[in-house]
């Protein structure tokens, strides 16, 4: 079966720190995909980055990066120098391989207070 | 470019009585999945649909339906509605023959409160 562990519930920090939410998955497919979907107070799912297994690159998006080890099943997301705005609930997500099919499997999530 | 629309954006609903909601994927996108998100919970899938046909199944209680139309919208029916129900209800639409998750478009939710 398929898991995605967010062993953070909360995080807070102050506004320009730097802060890393953590990803554990689960998953015996060899081929499969990992995403990281932000939720605001307003509810919708954003779509942040989706990572497939056969691509261990680490990407940075502006202040936001991934780092990708399928050593360590591990798809942990960085926001540097955090802005107020960053305040939200972050999924992270794993879908496909034979087992998983189509549907999205999402962890718990972690909930990050930026404050000023 | 159009994204998925999930109607109605709220709905309020007593208990025992009965919702619709409804979601209208992108253009061409012949797959389509509902997903449930309890308060404080992550978004647990409950059924999806490709070519009007169930394609996998969640944890769905047995008092929902719902069903995949000609025009590939779908509808999640609820009946005799609880207060656990109270939740927000995702719709996420997808073309099939990409890989998975590629084109996975969540809609912006219904929020459903039952009082």
């Known amino acids: 079966a398929q898991k995605v562990t967010q062993a953070q519930t909360e995080i807070s920090v102050v506004e320009k720190e730097d802060v890393t939410l953590d990803c554990v998955y689960e998953?015996?497919?060899?081929?499969?995909?990992l995403f990281w979907y932000k939720q605001p107070p307003s509810g919708e799912l954003v779509f942040l980055i989706r990572r497939n297994s056969f691509d261990e690159q680490n990407e940075i998006s502006g202040r936001y990066s991934w780092n990708f080890q399928k050593s360590t099943s591990s798809f942990n997301f960085t926001i540097t120098a955090s802005q107020v705005v960053d305040s939200a609930v972050y999924f992270c997500a794993l879908s496909g391989g034979d087992t998983g099919g189509f549907k999205t499997i999402f962890g718990a999530g972690t909930r990050l207070f930026v404050k000023a | 470019a159009a994204g998925v629309i999930q109607s109605p954006r709220h709905l309020i609903k007593e208990k025992r009585e009965t919702a619709t909601l409804k979601c209208y994927p992108i253009p061409r996108h012949d797959t389509v999945y509902w997903y449930q998100q309890g308060p404080g919970q992550d978004p647990q899938f409950l059924i999806s649909f490709y070519e009007k046909m169930q394609s996998d199944k969640g944890s769905i209680p047995d008092r929902f339906s719902a069903q995949q139309f000609s025009d590939y919208h779908s509808e999640l029916n609820m009946s005799s509605l609880e207060l656990g129900d109270s939740a927000l209800y995702f719709c996420?639409?997808?073309?099939?023959?990409?890989?998975?998750?590629?084109?996975?478009?969540f809609g912006s939710g219904t929020r459903l409160t039952v009082v």
């Open positions: 996420a639409s997808s073309l099939r023959e990409t890989l998975p998750g590629y084109g996975y478009t």
């Open positions: 998953t015996r497919d060899t081929t499969y995909y």
